[in-house]
C-alpha cells in the first residue's frame, strides 16, 4: 500500500471558476502567514501574506482569508486560469522566541485547471 | 538580478560520500535557509542562517552541515550520504534581521535534486 501523505489533496477547477484552497495551522501563537506557488520542477514562489491582525487580504486575483478562532487559513483565486495549476503551500511563522523567523510549511495542495 | 542560484541542479551520490550544495543570492538579503522537499510533503527547514556569522539548526538538521561563508553564500554538507537524504534541496533568503519584525517573503531558487544510491 502506499503511506499516507505521498499523496497531496487535489482541487481541480474549470477555466474561469473561482478556486478556493483551504488550510490548517496548527500555532495559536503564529503571527504571520504566507501562500506559496510552485509549479512542476520550480522552487516555491511567493503570492499573497497576511498577518495575525488582519482577517482578509487581497491581491490581483487573490485573497486570502484568515480565521484565527478555527486556526484557518484560505486562499481564493479569481477566475482561474491554466497557468494557476501549480502545488500551493500555506506557511505559518511560529515564533519559537524572540528575534526568529521560521516559516513552518503544509504539506501543500495539488490545483489542476480544467480548459 | 539572478535571485538565489543553487549548484549543482542534480547530483547522483553512493552512500558514505560526501558533498556540498552551495547557494548564492545577490539581492543583499541579511538571512539564508535551506529546506528539503520530499514528495507529497511541505518544506522542511534543515538549517538557517539569521545574519552573517550566525547559523542555526531548524527541524531536521541531522547529517548536515552548513557555512555562511559570507552575507551572499550559505552552503549545505552531507558529510557521508545516506539513501534518506534523497530529496529536493532548496536555498532561500530574505531581507529580514533578525530581532526585527517577523515578515517578509523567502525568494527561493529553483532547487537541487539529490538521489542517494
Known amino acids: 500500500g502506499e503511506s499516507v501523505g505521498l499523496h497531496l489533496p487535489t482541487l481541480s477547477v474549470q477555466e474561469g471558476d473561482n478556486s478556493i484552497i483551504n488550510c490548517a495551522y496548527s500555532?495559536?501563537?503564529?503571527?504571520?502567514f504566507i501562500w506559496y506557488k510552485q509549479e512542476s520542477g520550480k522552487g516555491p514562489q511567493f503570492i499573497i501574506d497576511i498577518r495575525s491582525n488582519m482577517d482578509k487580504r487581497q491581491g490581483q486575483r487573490v485573497t486570502v482569508l484568515l480565521n484565527k478562532t478555527v486556526k484557518h487559513l484560505s486562499l481564493q483565486i479569481a477566475a482561474t486560469q491554466p497557468g494557476d495549476s501549480a502545488v500551493y503551500f500555506c506557511?505559518?511563522?511560529?515564533?519559537?522566541?524572540?528575534?526568529?523567523?521560521?516559516?513552518?510549511f503544509g504539506k501543500g495542495t495539488k490545483l489542476s485547471v480544467i480548459p | 538580478n539572478a535571485g538565489v542560484t543553487q549548484t549543482p541542479k542534480f547530483q547522483v551520490l553512493k552512500t558514505g560520500q560526501s558533498m556540498t550544495l552551495q547557494c548564492a543570492q545577490d539581492?543583499?538579503?541579511?538571512?539564508m535557509y535551506w529546506y528539503r522537499q520530499d514528495p507529497g510533503m511541505g518544506l522542511r527547514l534543515i538549517y538557517y542562517s539569521a545574519s552573517e556569522g550566525t547559523t542555526d539548526k531548524g527541524e531536521v538538521p541531522n547529517g548536515y552541515n552548513v557555512s555562511r561563508l559570507n552575507k551572499r553564500e550559505f552552503s549545505l554538507r552531507l558529510e557521508s550520504a545516506a539513501p534518506s537524504q534523497t530529496s529536493v534541496y532548496f536555498c532561500?533568503?530574505?531581507?529580514?534581521?533578525?530581532?526585527?519584525?517577523?515578515?517578509?517573503?523567502?525568494?527561493f531558487g529553483e532547487g537541487s535534486r539529490l538521489t542517494v544510491l
Open positions: 506557511a505559518e511563522n511560529r515564533p519559537p522566541g524572540a528575534g526568529s523567523y521560521q516559516l513552518t
Open positions: 500555532n495559536s501563537a503564529s503571527d504571520y
Open positions: 539581492m543583499n538579503h541579511n538571512s
Open positions: 532561500a533568503s530574505t531581507e529580514r534581521l533578525a530581532g526585527g519584525p517577523r515578515t517578509g517573503e523567502l525568494f
